[in-house]
């Protein structure tokens, strides 16, 4: 079961800890952490994390909007159309971020 993300106080340094959760069995998404949460004092910190999240996971084409979204439907050479395995990924990997 996946667990939503929370806030978490840290202790002694005042950081917050953001959970990026999702299905561990897809290895589309892994369970990384961004330990700083934005506020006015921190952007190039909290830039530099999620950044390296974004890249390290592949997720950049996620958020470009100019990026091309997989076909839906394959068509068989008889005709036949069958949903695209790659749309499905795309779609799943696109609920777990959003979520």
Same mark, same amino acid.
């Given at each position: 079961?996946?667990?939503p993300p929370t806030v978490v106080r840290g202790a002694? $340094?005042?950081d917050s800890v =953001?959970?990026?959760k999702a299905d561990v069995s897809d290895s589309t998404f892994s369970n990384k &952490?961004?330990?700083v949460l934005l506020d006015d004092t921190n952007f190039l910190l909290w830039? *530099? *994390?999620?950044s390296l999240l974004i890249r390290? *996971? $592949? =997720?950049?084409s996620y958020l470009d909007p100019n990026a091309p979204v997989p !076909?839906?439907?394959?068509? !068989?050479p008889d005709?036949? &159309?069958?949903v695209n395995s790659a749309y499905l990924k795309y779609v799943k990997q696109d609920c777990s971020l959003a979520s």
């Open positions: 079961m996946v667990t002694s $340094d005042g =953001l959970p990026i &952490r961004v330990n830039e *530099q *994390q999620v390290g *996971q $592949d =997720l950049k !076909a839906k439907f394959t068509v !068989a005709g036949t &159309r069958t």
